[in-house]
């Protein structure tokens, strides 16, 4: 799944005003947390691209992205060992479904939310 699910965060969370707060927080800080991974990569900056990744799957971890937490948690191991020649692969299904996320989000946003 790759796309805004509150009823997902209602349900984990149990109050209206956190996911509105949470998705308005994903549409803001994600983009570039995204950049920061995509500008690491094309750097080969291993240390770089591990701090970036690990950021990116924090603010992925409560919307469900199973895939894309794994993907950001690979990248991160395989930049800490020093090796980024997967780093594209992993970064760039990672980017994508990060920013499907972010879209999905800020497109409920613009609809006037209502979880009742």
């Known amino acids: 799944m790759t796309s805004f699910d ?11 005003g956190l996911v509105r707060d949470l ?3 994903l549409v803001t ?5 995204v950049e920061n991974v995509r500008t690491a990569v094309a750097a ?10 690990h950021k990116l799957r924090g603010s992925l971890a409560s919307f469900g ?38 879209e999905s989000a800020k497109a409920w946003l613009a609809s006037g939310p209502s979880l009742s």
Not at 7 to 14: F, Q, T, V
Not at 29 to 33: A, F, H, I, K, L
Request: contains cysteine; hydrophobic residues 50%.
């Open 23 to 25: 998705a308005e927080l």
């Open 65 to 102: 992205l199973t895939g894309a937490v794994d993907a950001a948690r690979q990248l991160e191991t395989v930049a800490a060992g020093g090796d980024l020649s997967q780093a594209d692969a992993l970064s760039g299904q990672l980017i994508a479904d990060a920013l499907a996320l972010c």
């Open 44 to 53: 080969h900056d291993s240390a770089a691209v591990r701090a970036a990744a």
């Open 6 to 16: 509150p009823a997902l965060l209602l349900r984990e969370y149990g109050d209206e």
């Open 29 to 33: 800080t994600v983009p570039s947390q």
